[in-house]
Structures are given as C-alpha cells and as structure tokens.
C-alpha cells in the first residue's frame, strides 16, 4: 500500500513537472500587465543575463564590411565602423543565440533584423534584440526608404509640426524594416559653426532646440512608445558638444554653470518633459569630466530632479575612452565602475564591458541595485515595444510603409519651407520663356546625392531629383533650354580644366546655376568636407568651388548661386557679386523638385536661417543672443555685424508688420499677457511669413542677451490681405538665473519685440514691466 502510494505520488510530481515545464512562462504571456512580465523575467534571470542586456553589439553585416576596410588603428580611432579583434561575426552570431547581447545597431537590413531576432529566441530567455539605427532624417541609412531635410533644413522651416511629422513616419518607416530605437534627436545647441555635425541640429537657439527636439520625440514615441509603429526616441548628445573648444567632435566642452543652465540643459529638460525614454552621453568632458561619467547629470539632476524615467546609453565606445581617451581611469574595469555607477545603462558597443561589469558585482564594487534598474527600464522598452510578440517584420508589408505617398508628400513640403532666399536682386523668380531661354547648371553638388545629408546610404536613382534634375523638369515645362555640366563632384580636387571648360560654356546661356556648398557623405568618407568628425577650420567654399563661381561671374553670364550644406558658408564675396542666393541646406530626396519650385516662383520662399552666418570665422563666436558688451569694441579688418543674421530669409513678397500692443503693460505673478499686432502682405504673390518674438530684460543682477526669442508662428498671407498675430505672454518667458543662481523674474521693464528676424531692423518693440520679484519653478 505504501509502494503504491509513493509511485502515485512520483508519478502526479513528474506529470506535474512535465506540464509546468511545458506552460509559458508568464513574462511570455502578451495578456498579462507589462510590471508583472517584468518582474517575472527578472526574478528568473542571473546577473550575468543582466548584464548582457546592458551590451551592444554592431551588426554582423557592418562587422563584416569593417573587417574588410579598417586597418587595427583605424577602427580605435574612428566613430563610424567597428569590428571586433579576435572576434567574428559568427562569433557573435553564436552570442546572440547565448543571449550575451541584448542590442544591436548598424543592422541595415530587413533580413538581418530578423536573423538576429530568430538567433536571439534560441536563447534560454528567448529576450528579443533591441536594434537602434541612426535614423537622423528618415530611416536613411536603409536604402529605398524616405530620406527627409536633414534637421538644419527642417529647423529653417520655423515649424514644429514638421518635426512630429517626420517622427511619426520615420517611426513607422523603421518598423517596417527592423529598428525599434532611434538614435535622435540631436538637442546640442550649435555655438561654433566649425563643428561638422552643424546639420543634425535645430540651429543655436536653445528656445528652439528644446520646442522643436519634444516635437520629434513626440513623434517617434507618440506616448508612451507602446504598439507596432512607434520607436523609442534618444535625445543626445549629453552635453554642450555644440560648443567645442575648437570647432572639433569630441574636443573638451569647457563653460560655466551659468551657460549650461541658460543654455545647453533647457532642451534636454524639454525633452525629459516629452517622455524620451533614452538619453546619449556625450563624446567630450565637460570642466574636465568626461560626461559618460557625470553623475551630477546622469542621477543628480535628470534622473532624480527632472524626473528622466528612460535609460542612458554611452556613444561608440565612449566608456573605453575614459581610459584611452580622457586618462581617467586606469583600464577598462575602472572605467565601467565609472560610468555605470553614474549612471549609464547600456554600452555601444563592443566586448570586455560585460565580464567587467559582472566582475563589479561579484567583488561588491558595483551594487547588484544598480544592474537591476539598468536592466529593468531596457527590458520594459522591449516589453512596450511589443518585441516579444512581434520579434521579426514581414517583408510583404514593407511597401506598405515605406516611402509612401504621405511620407513623400512631407519630405517635398519640409524641403520647399526649409529653404532659404538669401539674396534677390530682382532676378527670381525666374519668368517663363517664351523665346527658349538656356540654362546652364554647374558646380559639385549639381547632380549627385550630397542633397540627402550626412547619415544616409546610398539610395536607388529613381528615388532621388537631383538639383539639376529638378531644374531640368520643371525648366522645361517653362520653356527653358537646360544643360548640365560635371565640373567634378569631388569638391576637395576640382580641376583647373573643369572651371575653364564650365566658364567657356557660360558664355553662351542666359543663365549659369552653380551648385556649391559642402559634402557630408558618409560613403565617400575621403571626399568628405562636413558631417561627423569632419570639422574645418574656416568657413569658407572649400576647394576651388568660389574660383569655379568667379569664372563664370566673369563671363558676364548672370550667376544663380545655390548652395547644398549642412553647416553654415561663410562667403562674403558672393553677397557682394553675385545677383542671387539661394540656401537649400540638404534638402532631401526631392530636393532638387524643392529647388525648382523656389527659382521659377511656384512656391514663394518661406524658410528663415536657424543659425547666424558670420563673415568669417575670425568673427567667431557669433551668435544673435549675445551679451551686451560682445561688440563693444571693433575689428581692425572685419565688420562686427554677420553676412545673414539669426531668423533671416527674403520672400518673392513684402510684408508689414504694425505696432505690437500688450493687453496690460504690467504682468503680475500667476497671469498671462496678450501681445498682438497686424501682419499685412503688401507685394504681389501670395506667401507665408515666420513671425518672430523675442525678449530682452533691460536691467538685470546678472547679465542677459540683447534679445531671446520666445515665440514663432507661420503665417500664410494673401496678397494685399492681413492678418492679427498674437502672442501669450507669462512669467516663465522672462525668468531667468539671478546673481544668486536663483531662478525667478525681477522687477523692471523688458523690451518685447516682434519681427521678421533678429536683426534690429526688423524688429517692432513695446515696453512691459513687472512690479515685483516672481520666485519659478526651476
């Protein structure tokens, strides 16, 4: 009887044993609430699994071409490719199926994203890969989808909206193709031109940064980032790398707390304020502490003052070169202790981290509390994302997703609002002819894919209209003669030849179209004048792009000047010489559609610059909020006044503004005031025009900027007709740090101002005043 009774038992426990094992775990279980997967998941998963969520790998297929094209020096000293010493790509591949890894970037195809993710289900957990691509302007680095304006172009459009849009659609464009996580938006406000990452930013003012950086991650996130067609957004980079000591990516960021406060922490608490659920740490130290390591910003201040719920990812290989790099630490260890224990959540990329990290722990370094919240908020993006149901894409969908009509429609629309009519002597718009009038259409980025920015793969031709491309259809339609001429799109090595051979045929059109500017191709890294680590040290045409523009200008032939770059052109000569100028920053897949439309008048050009464009750089640091005393004194052979002030860009049209009024001349704590004024079109085409409010406190304990801006609005305006614009005016747009670094508004008059950009010129002013010190929120 007691045999009888001990088999049945063994045999309810094995049965038993059989079925829970055979039962999905609950973390598996899609029905379940999110916290109670989480918990789950981590009550089963050792500290070694841990970790390996915080690492990440490049791609197998970015492996593989690094391999081929880096030398052992060059892959330590480069930001764009990496490989893996003694280590391979089938190496990684057997990690993966190990569940050693738990993100990728770099995976630029469909077919790998899913391949890793099928790799990734072998593991014991079956925890999906987390991939993140640098999808800066549209999910360009993945070929045949839609690369929008890069962010300067979209930032000359002064609208927000823009920036959502092209979020969202990114988003769904990512998705489509495999990426969960995207490595914008780019929040550095721009203080030194030089940089040569100009082009991924909203331009330097931080007002703007911040609006149009939460308008992005808005869009890519759209909430809380939860369903199939939404990313996690990245805001980086952690901090102030838009004001390196000498214009170089990564160069030590040396500025006060008062400049970081007034200046470069506002976007981020911006987007804090949205929702981003992953913040970048910067390249560069920041008052000699390398920022991968700063836990006054990482835990301090975003993380337990302003709320930051997300995780922090380090920037390529960043963690390393607190040892090689800023000589911080003693070896790779140290530097890991450094940085996670100030925060940093996830390591780009590469190996040694983890066994370190785990090493950490074991030895009591490292806190094990410290691993878990770094893994807990990685593996809740999974679970949101919807990775653990939905790991692989369907590649019959993704033409249903994927440079689509809608997403097409705004990347021409951004394009033909981002750009930038700098000068017009009367000559644009271009008339249609009637007696077959010849164009000639020149220069090194006439025809080719420079147009589409740094971060972008090569794409298919047929996606892409060129700049002479564009010009030719729609010249065409106009009854113009359009001819193109390769004067070399190698802008470091234009040939003497070239310059003689484009001068000679300018002789014989009626107009000469020369398209100059910068290179940020990324594929053509040696031909490369701007872009990630590709600074300069002037801001002038490189190469002998101006001597190929004096060549023609002497043929008496008019010049249109159209310059295609990601960072601003100091030539002053053109200004002075030439009859018109127009600013297509990198203006996308249709930039060249954009274009044509600006010149033959069918869009009358809206887009105001982002940025100040000095004369030179001897005139650095140039920037609209400057202090008062900037200029107090002269250059002995430079004005001190820039080539195009910050907010600037001319219209086919005039337009006037009236004097703005204030619906009280005194604003009291806790109220709003209302400003309005008219906005009248006067010349003869229809348009639109970006209303700009600025603000300056007149007298202050500390010192303030002559003007900051506040407000901005897109006005669409028929000819002859206006229109009342009008602001909302509270105490948050004049608080400020007092001496005493105290945020709050004193008493006094500050002069509002509206206009058609930062130049005084342009400006209309009413005086407002506060009676009594008002105490903010910081």
């Given at each position: 009887m007691n045999k009888l009774k001990s088999l049945c038992i063994i045999t309810v426990f094995v049965t038993f044993t059989i079925f829970s094992q055979s039962k999905s775990p609950l973390y598996l279980d899609a029905s379940q609430p999110v916290e109670l997967r989480l918990e789950d998941l981590m009550g089963r998963m050792t500290l070694e699994e841990k970790?390996?969520?915080?690492?990440?790998?490049?791609?197998?297929?970015?492996?593989?071409?690094?391999?081929?094209?880096?030398?052992?020096?060059?892959?330590?000293?480069?930001?764009?490719?990496?490989?893996?010493?003694?280590?391979?790509?089938?190496?990684?591949?057997?990690?993966?199926?190990?569940?050693?890894?738990?993100?990728?970037?770099?995976?630029?195809?469909?077919?790998?994203?899913?391949?890793?993710?099928?790799?990734?289900?072998?593991?014991?957990?079956?925890?999906?890969?987390?991939?993140?691509?640098?999808?800066?302007?549209?999910?360009?680095?993945?070929?045949?989808?839609?690369?929008?304006?890069?962010?300067?172009?979209?930032?000359?459009?002064?609208?927000?909206?823009?920036?959502?849009?092209?979020?969202?659609?990114?988003?769904?464009?990512?998705?489509?193709?495999?990426?969960?996580?995207?490595?914008?938006?780019?929040?550095?406000?721009?203080?030194?031109?030089?940089?040569?990452?100009?082009?991924?930013?909203?331009?330097?003012?931080?007002?703007?940064?911040?609006?149009?950086?939460?308008?992005?991650?808005?869009?890519?996130?759209?909430?809380?980032?939860?369903?199939?067609?939404?990313?996690?957004?990245?805001?980086?980079?952690?901090?102030?790398?838009?004001?390196?000591?000498?214009?170089?990516?990564?160069?030590?960021?040396?500025?006060?707390?008062?400049?970081?406060?007034?200046?470069?922490?506002?976007?981020?608490?911006?987007?804090?304020?949205?929702?981003?659920?992953?913040?970048?740490?910067?390249?560069?130290?920041?008052?000699?502490?390398?920022?991968?390591?700063?836990?006054?910003?990482?835990?301090?201040?975003?993380?337990?003052?302003?709320?930051?719920?997300?995780?922090?990812?380090?920037?390529?290989?960043?963690?390393?070169?607190?040892?090689?790099l800023h000589h911080v630490a003693n070896d790779l260890k140290e530097a890991s202790y450094l940085s996670v224990n100030?925060?940093?959540?996830?390591?780009?990329?590469?190996?040694?981290?983890?066994?370190?990290?785990?090493?950490?722990?074991?030895?009591?370094?490292?806190?094990?509390?410290?691993?878990?919240?770094?893994?807990?908020?990685?593996?809740?993006?999974?679970?949101?994302?919807?990775?653990?149901?939905?790991?692989?894409?369907?590649?019959?969908?993704?033409?249903?997703?994927?440079?689509?009509?809608?997403?097409?429609?705004?990347?021409?629309?951004?394009?033909?609002?981002?750009i930038v009519l700098l000068k017009n002597n009367g000559i644009l718009p271009l008339a249609k002819s009637i007696t077959k009038k010849r164009i000639l259409v020149t220069g090194p980025n006439a025809n080719n894919q420079t147009i589409l920015g740094d971060w972008h793969a090569e794409q298919p031709d047929e996606n892409v209209i060129t700049i002479f491309e564009g010009i030719q259809d729609l010249g065409t339609q106009k009854g113009y003669e359009v001819s193109f001429f390769d004067s070399g799109d190698n802008i470091r090595k234009i040939k003497n030849s070239k310059i003689k051979a484009a001068a000679d045929l300018a002789k014989n059109v009626d107009y000469a179209i020369v398209v100059v500017g910068d290179n940020s191709m990324r594929y053509k890294w040696k031909d490369k004048t701007a872009g990630e680590n590709m600074a300069r040290s002037a801001l002038d045409l490189p190469g002998k792009q101006l001597e190929l523009v004096k060549a023609i200008e002497n043929t008496g032939t008019p010049v249109i000047i159209i310059l295609v770059n990601g960072r601003p052109i100091s030539e002053p000569w053109l200004q002075d010489n030439v009859p018109a100028i127009i600013e297509s920053w990198e203006p996308g897949l249709f930039g060249g559609e954009a274009v044509a439309d600006i010149l033959f008048g069918d869009v009358n050009p809206s887009g105001k610059l982002p940025l100040t464009v000095a004369r030179s750089v001897g005139q650095l640091r140039m920037i609209y909020n400057h202090k008062p005393s900037a200029y107090f004194h002269k250059y002995a052979l430079e004005k001190k006044k820039p080539l195009y002030p910050f907010g600037f860009g001319l219209s086919y049209t005039n337009y006037k503004y009236s004097k703005p009024r204030l619906s009280s001349d005194e604003l009291m704590k806790g109220k709003t005031i209302s400003l309005s004024f008219e906005i009248e079109n006067t010349g003869t085409m229809d348009g639109e025009e970006v209303v700009q409010l600025y603000i300056r406190d007149k007298v202050s304990s500390a010192t303030r900027p002559v003007k900051e801006l506040k407000g901005y609005k897109r006005i669409f305006l028929i000819k002859g007709t206006s229109k009342t614009v009008s602001f909302e005016i509270d105490e948050s747009m004049l608080a400020f740090y007092d001496i005493n670094m105290n945020y709050c508004v004193e008493p006094g008059d500050f002069s509002i101002m509206v206009g058609s950009s930062s130049a005084d010129i342009d400006l209309k002013s009413v005086n407002l005043t506060v009676n009594n010190r008002i105490k903010i929120e910081d």
């Open positions: 970790v390996y969520q915080m690492n990440q790998f490049v791609g197998l297929d970015h492996m593989r071409q690094a391999e081929k094209n880096l030398t052992e020096e060059e892959l330590h000293s480069n930001d764009a490719q990496g490989f893996y010493k003694g280590l391979f790509s089938d190496d990684v591949a057997q990690m993966t199926k190990e569940g050693k890894i738990g993100s990728f970037l770099h995976v630029l195809t469909t077919e790998e994203a899913n391949l890793l993710q099928q790799l990734a289900l072998q593991s014991r957990l079956k925890i999906p890969i987390l991939i993140g691509i640098d999808a800066i302007h549209g999910n360009a680095l993945v070929s045949g989808t839609t690369v929008y304006p890069s962010p300067i172009t979209l930032a000359s459009t002064w609208s927000d909206s823009f920036l959502y849009d092209v979020g969202k659609q990114s988003a769904k464009e990512m998705r489509a193709t495999g990426s969960h996580w995207v490595f914008t938006p780019n929040i550095d406000v721009l203080r030194d031109p030089r940089w040569g990452r100009v082009g991924e930013t909203f331009g330097e003012d931080p007002f703007m940064v911040g609006n149009m950086g939460a308008a992005m991650i808005n869009g890519f996130q759209q909430g809380d980032f939860s369903g199939p067609e939404k990313v996690i957004a990245c805001a980086k980079h952690m901090i102030a790398g838009g004001e390196p000591v000498n214009g170089l990516n990564a160069a030590p960021m040396d500025v006060s707390l008062r400049t970081l406060k007034e200046v470069h922490l506002k976007p981020y608490q911006k987007a804090i304020n949205a929702g981003v659920y992953s913040i970048m740490a910067a390249h560069n130290e920041l008052n000699g502490v390398p920022c991968h390591m700063n836990s006054w910003l990482m835990t301090d201040l975003f993380r337990n003052q302003w709320g930051f719920k997300g995780f922090y990812v380090s920037d390529w290989m960043d963690i390393e070169r607190i040892e090689t100030a925060g940093m959540d996830m390591h780009m990329h590469g190996v040694n981290f983890p066994e370190a990290v785990v090493q950490l722990v074991s030895e009591g370094t490292l806190s094990i509390e410290r691993i878990n919240d770094a893994c807990a908020k990685i593996l809740m993006a999974k679970f949101k994302l919807g990775l653990f149901e939905n790991r692989t894409v369907k590649f019959e969908a993704i033409k249903n997703h994927v440079f689509i009509d809608t997403h097409k429609k705004t990347a021409l629309e951004s394009a033909q609002k981002g």
